[in-house]
T-cell receptor, first 112, second 115 residues
Framework: QQPVQSPQAVILREGEDAVINCSSSKALYSVHWYRQKHGEAPVFLMILLKGGEQKGHEKISASFNEKKQQSSLYLTASQLSYSGTYFC?????????????FGTGTLLAVQP | NAGVTQTPKFQVLKTGQSMTLQCAQD?????MSWYRQDPGMGLRLIHYSVGAGITDQGEVPNGYNVSRSTTEDFPLRLLSAAPSQTSVYFC??????????????FGPGTRLTVL
């Protein structure tokens, strides 16, 4: 089942912070985050493992709460280049090793 | 390396026509997959393959067929196109062997319109 992301869309001014949430109804082994610029292919940002590990990418970090089957992506001091659609991809237990189910996406627009 | 390539970039079909979307990768990745992207629906998994000769269904497989005769190629076939298949299609590949922690590399996409 497809994970649900919130919010669906967010508009920021440069320098502001944002949080994107990803929630699954299934037990998760890992969560992957991708960003897609308009008209382009999704690009990998980071992977989070069970255990609540936090990963970082530039000023973007994320957390993973295995018990709640949730992950959050934190964008601090946003830049114009952060604009795009963010997807979480979830990996459950069992099944094909690399099989990812992606969420519904969150559109982020950063304005000057 | 060219990475993941997809052809064509754009395609317009009439209802009932068939066609094949091509996907190839030159990274020797075992895992390949097809997604469709529709507004508000995110990326939905159509079919995937864990290696040559092995394929399986994803979340939305109806109306699509796949085969994997080589490691490099993973074509997606639309048997009888319907307007509901209008979408952007992405092919992705990833290496295996790291317990599911490997990055997926996406192709540039094929924008398909069915009239």
């Amino acid at each position: 089942q497809q994970p649900v992301q919130s919010p669906q869309a967010v508009i920021l001014r440069e320098g502001e912070d944002a949080v994107i949430n990803c929630s699954s109804s299934k037990a998760l082994y890992s969560v992957h985050w991708y960003r897609q610029k308009h008209g382009e292919a999704p690009v990998f940002l980071m992977i989070l493992l069970k255990g609540g590990e936090q990963k970082g990418h530039e000023k973007i970090s994320a957390s993973f709460n295995e018990k709640k089957q949730q992950s959050s992506l934190y964008l601090t001091a946003s830049q114009l280049s952060y604009s795009g659609t963010y997807f979480c991809g979830t990996k459950g237990y069992g099944g094909a090793t690399n099989k990812l189910i992606f969420g519904t996406g969150t559109l982020l627009a950063v304005q000057p | 390396n060219a990475g993941v390539t997809q052809t064509p970039k754009f395609q317009v079909l009439k209802t009932g026509q068939s066609m094949t979307l091509q996907c190839a990768q030159d990274m020797n990745h075992e895992y390949m997959s097809w997604y469709r992207q529709d507004p508000g629906m995110g990326l939905r998994l159509i079919h995937y393959s864990v290696g040559a000769g092995i394929t399986d269904q994803g979340e939305v497989p109806n109306g699509y067929n796949v085969s994997r005769s080589t490691t490099e190629d993973f074509p997606l076939r639309l048997l009888s196109a319907a307007p509901s298949q209008t979408s952007v299609y992405f092919c992705a590949s990833s290496p295996t062997g790291a317990g599911g922690l490997d990055t997926q590399y996406f192709g540039p996409g094929t924008r398909l319109t069915v009239l």
